[in-house]
């Protein structure tokens, strides 16, 4: 299908290193070494034009990354144009190499003022993050995809995380709790303004589609739990969703599927086959999860912007996505406006206090950030070039 991206994907602090203005570096210093720092990271924010041009040189046609609104605007009002012209060079570097840009402006990250002065929760967050999306409009020529946020359910949850680390007079401690808890449905309706407010500005600056990519955890209920379940699924993906109708596109993120019962969403339980994570091996979810993202918000493109396996194991990880791309075809040759498919990882990256889970298309040496691609990078580029085992399904053509 002439004009489907196929492509990888990384956060801006996941890969650069050194980002000292954000509230994750603040916490990572202060866990008490519950948390990995993530240091040096890959030294991405020196080595993009080499991790571009792997990602070209396999035959991918789309890079997604994140900028950094620690490093753009390190004190309220105070914009680095040094920042600004360094994240240009990114996307003039992509473009360059023939990748088209899916640049998301927050995933995960804050500001540490932006944290100190009380978060989303503060009266001027809203304002705040419109001063910095209009920013931001400055380097967006040419960008084609913009995520205004990445994964707003997480988001309310590492909020929740932050504030315990951050507040002197919280404390972590005793038995980790056997479920995680919903998503905070006011922290979601915040986010979900935030997202409405960068959306105008940016139709309004840019010529770029607009939207935001959502956590799809492809949820089931189990027998006589149907009402627990529709609770779940609104917290974690439908409240979002409604927020989609209105975007250009949705970006669906799917790694793995669960189930619902009468307490809520079921743990992984343990199983040799689980990932590194501890999630289930389900590359079926993809499939799903396109299919209740594009009942929710009917008639909206979608652009798959994660989806991926936690292994040390290259053949798993071929084997996992050729599963889950099997599922995203069916739910393209059905009729469901597909426009995409961005691999997570490009690199083996910091998991948000952890370097553990290897996601990546490329291993990277993190003593002398040497790259070593994985025979799965030549795989999914022989898939976009088409001459790989997957094809597009003709009625998308």
């Given at each position: 299908m002439a004009g489907f991206l196929w492509g990888a994907a990384t956060a801006a602090h996941q890969v650069e290193g050194g980002n000292t203005a954000s509230d994750w570096w603040a916490v990572e210093q202060g866990a008490n070494g519950m948390l990995e720092p993530s240091g040096d990271g890959l030294d991405s924010y020196h080595r993009y034009p080499?991790?571009?041009?792997?990602?070209?040189?396999?035959?991918?046609?789309?890079?997604?990354?994140?900028?950094?609104?620690?490093?753009?605007?390190?004190?309220?009002?105070?914009?680095?144009?040094?920042?600004?012209?360094?994240?240009?060079?990114?996307?003039?570097?992509?473009?360059?190499?023939g990748l088209t840009p899916v640049v998301t402006l927050h995933h995960f990250t804050h500001p540490l003022w932006f944290v100190r002065a009380g978060g989303w929760r503060a009266e001027g967050a809203i304002d705040a993050f419109r001063r910095y999306v209009d920013k931001t409009c400055e380097i967006l020529e040419g960008v084609e995809w913009v995520c205004t946020i990445n994964e707003p359910a997480v988001l309310t949850l590492m909020i929740r995380m932050h504030e315990a680390f951050l507040n002197?007079?919280?404390?972590?401690?005793?038995?980790?709790?056997?479920?995680?808890?919903?998503?905070?449905?006011?922290?979601?309706?915040?986010?979900?303004?935030?997202?409405?407010?960068?959306?105008?500005?940016?139709?309004?600056?840019?010529d770029a589609k607009i939207g935001w990519t959502i956590a799809m955890q492809a949820l089931t209920p189990t027998p006589g739990n149907e009402d627990t379940y529709r609770a779940a699924k609104y917290a974690w993906e439908d409240i979002y969703l409604e927020h989609s109708r209105d975007d250009d596109f949705i970006g669906v993120q799917s790694y793995t599927s669960q189930l619902v019962d009468a307490e809520g969403v079921v743990p992984h339980p343990p199983s040799p086959d689980n990932t590194l994570t501890g999630w289930a091996y389900r590359p079926d979810a993809l499939g799903m999860a396109v299919r209740d993202a594009a009942a929710a918000a009917p008639g909206v493109p979608i652009l798959i912007t994660e989806n991926g396996i936690a292994t040390d194991d290259d053949d798993r990880r071929i084997a996992y996505t050729a599963a889950a791309l099997d599922g995203l075809f069916a739910a393209m040759a059905d009729g469901i406006d597909v426009r995409g498919y961005l691999h997570w990882s490009l690199l083996d990256n910091y998991e948000w206090g952890h370097w553990g889970p290897t996601f990546g298309l490329i291993a990277v040496d993190r003593a002398t950030f040497a790259r070593a691609p994985k025979p799965s990078l030549a795989w999914l580029g022989s898939i976009a070039r088409g001459t790989g085992s997957h094809r597009l399904p003709s009625t998308s053509a």
């Open positions: 080499e991790d571009m041009r792997l990602l070209a040189e396999a035959g991918l046609d789309t890079y997604r990354f994140s900028i950094e609104w620690a490093r753009i605007e390190p004190e309220p009002g105070v914009f680095s144009a040094d920042e600004l012209a360094h994240y240009r060079g990114m996307i003039d570097e992509a473009l360059r190499l002197p007079a919280q404390h972590l401690g005793g038995p980790r709790p056997s479920r995680l808890p919903l998503p905070d449905l006011d922290m979601g309706r915040r986010l979900g303004e935030a997202h409405v407010a960068a959306r105008k500005i940016l139709r309004a600056r840019t």
